[in-house]
């Protein structure tokens, strides 16, 4: 075997290590998230909410009614710990005035109507989703999820897991900030 | 105290580990009789002391010591004992802990069984060995201690993954461990050959037998994942190209070509650089698994906590490894030359053609597996390259590989011809054209051409083996066959088997998601399904439903299926699917989601022919690899070699 060619497989290694260091390197200064999945939503239309209000039987939950507002659609479920973990955030950008549309997910009313009494409520509706109807239009793999929806009904971002301020100063905080606080 | 003592075991061993790679490496180099001897002794030590800190950490779990970080997040006090113990290694910092103590056995085992293996030659194995333990326990030590403590403990754990909570994950992990460990010590045993400056055939006839059985462990570790994954994950699926998954089948698919080529060595002492390489190959590829997995820059179902200083710490330890010993082969293999001359048509060039289309097969897979990070890491989108690039691309690289499977185990060494082979071939080959082309006309009732395609190399490997095996009892009776033999045959036959599973469950499956109300039924493949409705379930840690789907074919009751859907504590939903076995078909019912409140639910039907033959064909080939290792040639040579006295065998 000649000499050269024995050395093949050491080099391509290295450039391998190379790639592998380079992508560390990008993911530690937070420029690259594997698990980001990108919504296909993203940059399109809003899929329509039509869904029982979870806190009145006689009235429904539309998204209709959020045209021309910059707002938030969070997907969530007394059976997932991440939920309970993001309410108290919640909580507190609802009492900035950030308009949040919740979705209770696959989930018993009673036990959704308790939770909301016990620990506050942050939405300004809660659109009860038993059967994944909503959840399906809005490809949601997992609660929680967080859509923002610009005031054009344009989805412009999503979140795949518990809101925290750092989440929100990244993603969410610009869009609020551009159109000044509402209401 | 109890973890303290696992803490402290722990950092004893890395000590130990040190000590058994400095002193018989230098003492071996440097002729230093006393440095070689320490080896063994050190190295049997080392495995004391990781094994009480594993034991330990069981302990803990079987404990419920929440105030141990490590059992808090992954056990809790209604989880079943079988799964406080799995639960040890059914994440990051344990199963670390699994890998380490793993290695240590495999090495001890080696101080052991090789009582042949002249002092230097072991002494630098298990110099070797000893580094990658080094590396191991520093990785655990440094960045994920499985002791951790967590002030004040919780009253309560969390949860073990749900998905792991079930008998076939629990052995899915360990197995596959001790495959991806395995192959550390054909490695260490091409490392230490390469230092010694002697590659000869002495040391691809000691890694042999270990080869041999890391491959089992890792073909049992796959197919027990696998056959999880279709009737856990409630997809009807066995293999999905996912890049885990890939991580586990580059190093089997690169051990495969290494198992043949040890033969190859061996016995006529030919590609001996290519065997090296390949031995490097098998181990890095298992290291390389560990490190996508675990340092998260590849997503896939299976989620480790992953964070990229760990990522960091593997990235050095692989660079250390792989270019280490890639650096040294550069140096070493180019003098090696191989003076044994064979034809182009001989068993050598056979199996030269197979260890080639197997590494082409594994660096397709590998660059299917990076290739959407290379193009994610440069900002040039997401894309991800699914089971259609694979299935492209790995089908016709196989195909001509089983081909050549008939031929190569019938071909002689050295010298043959196509005249004399011929005649050997002509009767297996019309055979497997004909019952590939009727079975699916007769048997599956619809001709497809793939299908055919598919029976037919089936077919020619289970002929081709069963004259191969003629041939050679001729004259000495099956009896006379050596174990060897048998290995090469179950091999094979294991993977025709395994051919016809996945042809004819590819091609003849059918399925149907539909909505089923209490008492309707759905026809499909010649059996009714009919839903009985559903009941509430309560297990120790999760609640749910449990279906009733009554399955009957022409009016006869075959079965009663229960699938299942759990919501476990921890939130996460689990489907478990009710399955109908059987040799020539599985029937497969899923829940899906409840509709409506008249108990009406969405349920997932599959028929799929043929599917237990994919993991039937596992299992047979897995005894070929036992049948193989325990082959009592390995043990005559070994003990004429140490009768002689000199440290190799020259066969060649």
């Known amino acids: 075997m000649s000499k050269s060619r024995a050395f093949i497989p050491l080099l391509a290694f290295l450039a391998l290590a190379g790639l592998f260091y ?45 045209a021309g507002k910059v707002w938030l659609v969070n997907v969530w479920g007394t059976w997932c710990p991440e939920c309970w973990k993001e309410h108290e955030y919640l909580m507190h950008l609802s009492r900035q005035g950030v308009p949040i549309l919740g979705i209770d997910w696959r989930d018993e009313k009673a036990d959704a109507i308790d939770f909301l009494k016990q620990k506050g409520n942050p939405f300004v509706e809660v659109g009860f989703d038993p059967n994944s109807d909503a959840a399906i239009d809005w490809g949601v793999y997992g609660a929680p999820e967080t859509f923002l929806i610009d005031a054009e009904g344009i989805v412009r971002e999503k979140h795949a897991g518990a809101l925290y301020p750092q989440v929100w100063q990244e993603k969410f905080a610009k869009y609020f900030h551009a159109q000044q606080p509402t209401e | 105290m109890i973890p303290e ?74 989880l079943p004992t079988l799964y406080k113990v799995s639960g040890v290694w059914g994440a990051h910092e344990g199963s670390l802990l699994f890998w380490a103590l793993t290695l240590s056995v495999w090495t001890t085992a080696v101080t052991l069984f090789g009582r042949s293996i002249p002092p230097v030659m072991m002494a630098r194995v298990l110099g070797i060995l000893g580094l990658l333990s080094v590396g191991f326990l520093m990785f655990m030590l440094f960045t994920s201690n499985p002791f951790d403590r967590l002030m004040p403990p919780p009253p309560e754990g969390k949860d073990l993954n749900p998905l792991l909570q079930d008998p076939g994950l629990a052995l899915h992990p360990p197995l596959l461990y001790m495959g991806y460990v395995g192959f550390a010590i054909p490695f260490a045993f091409a490392i230490a050959a390469m230092l010694g400056g002697r590659l000869d055939a ?25 056959w999880w994954a279709y009737y856990e994950l409630g997809w009807g699926g066995w293999w999905f190209w996912d890049p885990v998954e890939n991580a586990s089948f580059m190093p089997w698919l690169a051990g495969t070509a290494l198992m043949h080529s040890l033969a190859v060595t061996e016995k006529r002492g030919a590609f001996k650089a290519w065997t090296v390489l390949l031995a490097i190959f098998a181990f890095s590829l298992s290291l390389l698994g560990m490190f996508l997995v675990r340092s998260g820059v590849l997503t896939s179902v299976h989620a480790f906590a992953s964070d990229p200083a760990r990522g960091m710490f593997i990235l050095m330890f692989l660079v250390t490894v792989v270019g280490g010993s890639l650096a040294l082969y550069a140096v070493r293999a180019s003098k090696v030359r191989s003076y044994v001359r064979f034809d182009l048509v001989s068993k050598e060039s056979a199996l030269l053609l197979n260890n080639v289309i197997l590494v082409v097969a594994c660096a397709a897979v590998l660059l299917g597996t990076l290739y959407p990070l290379l193009l994610d890491a440069l900002n040039l989108g997401k894309i991800s390259v699914g089971p259609p690039y694979f299935n492209a691309v790995f089908i016709p690289l196989t195909a001509p ?8 185990a019938m071909a002689r060494w050295k010298r043959d011809s196509l005249e004399n082979l011929w005649p050997k071939v002509r009767v297996s080959l019309v055979a497997s054209v004909v019952f590939g082309v009727l079975y699916p006309i007769v048997v599956m009732q619809r001709f497809d051409w793939l299908a055919a395609v598919g029976m037919v190399l089936a077919f020619w490997v289970f002929f081709t083996t069963l004259k191969v095996t003629k041939d050679q009892a001729r004259g000495r009776g099956l009896g006379g066959l050596s174990l060897s ?34 008492g309707e ?38 079965t009663v299926l229960h699938p299942e859907k759990r919501n476990y504590r921890s939130g996460m939903p689990m489907t478990e699917a009710g399955i109908d076995a059987g040799l020539s078909r599985d029937l497969f019912v899923a829940l899906g989601e409840p509709l409506g409140t008249e108990g009406a639910w969405s349920l997932r039907l599959y028929h799929k022919p043929y599917v237990r033959w994919i993991w039937l064909g596992a299992l047979i080939m897995s005894l070929g690899g036992l049948l193989s290792a325990a082959d009592k040639r390995y043990r005559v040579l070994a003990r004429r070699t140490a009768t002689e006295k000199s440290p190799v065998g020259a066969t060649a």
Do not use: C
């Open chain 2, 521 to 558: 039924s759905y026809e499909m493949g010649g059996y009714a399904f009919t839903f009985n409705g559903s009941t509430h379930l309560q297990g120790p840690n999760y609640s749910g439903d449990r279906g009733e789907v009554v399955i009957t074919q022409n009016g006869e009751k075959i």
């Open chain 2, 202 to 226: 002495a040391w691809a006839r000691w890694s042999r037998p270990w080869t041999q059985v890391a491959w089992v462990s890792l073909t049992l570790g796959i197919a027990l994942g696998s």
């Open chain 2, 485 to 518: 033999h048998w290995g090469m045959v179950f091999g094979h036959i294991g993977i025709a088997f395994f051919i016809v599973g996945i042809t004819l469950t590819s091609i003849y499956s059918t399925e149907k998601d539909l909505r089923l109300e209490v």
């Open chain 2, 5 to 78: 003592i696992g803490h402290f075991a722990l950092v004893l061993a890395l000590v130990l580990a040190l000590i058994q790679s400095f002193f018989p490496l230098v003492g071996a180099q440097k002729g230093i009789a006393s440095w070689v001897a320490i080896a063994k002794p050190v190295a049997r030590l080392q495995l004391v002391f990781t094994a009480l800190s594993f034991a330990l950490l069981t302990w803990s779990f079987l404990q419920s010591d929440f105030s141990v970080l490590y059992v808090a997040t992954n056990s809790n006090t209604s």
């Open chain 2, 401 to 408: 590989l089983v081909a050549l499977m008939g031929i190569g």
């Open chain 1, 22 to 66: 380079f992508v560390l390197m990008k993911m530690g200064k937070g420029e690259y998230n594997p698990r980001d999945i990108p919504t296909e939503f993203i940059g399109r239309p809003a899929p329509s909410i039509d869904l029982p209000n979870l806190l009145d039987e006689n009235d429904r939950v539309k998204s209709s009614d959020y």
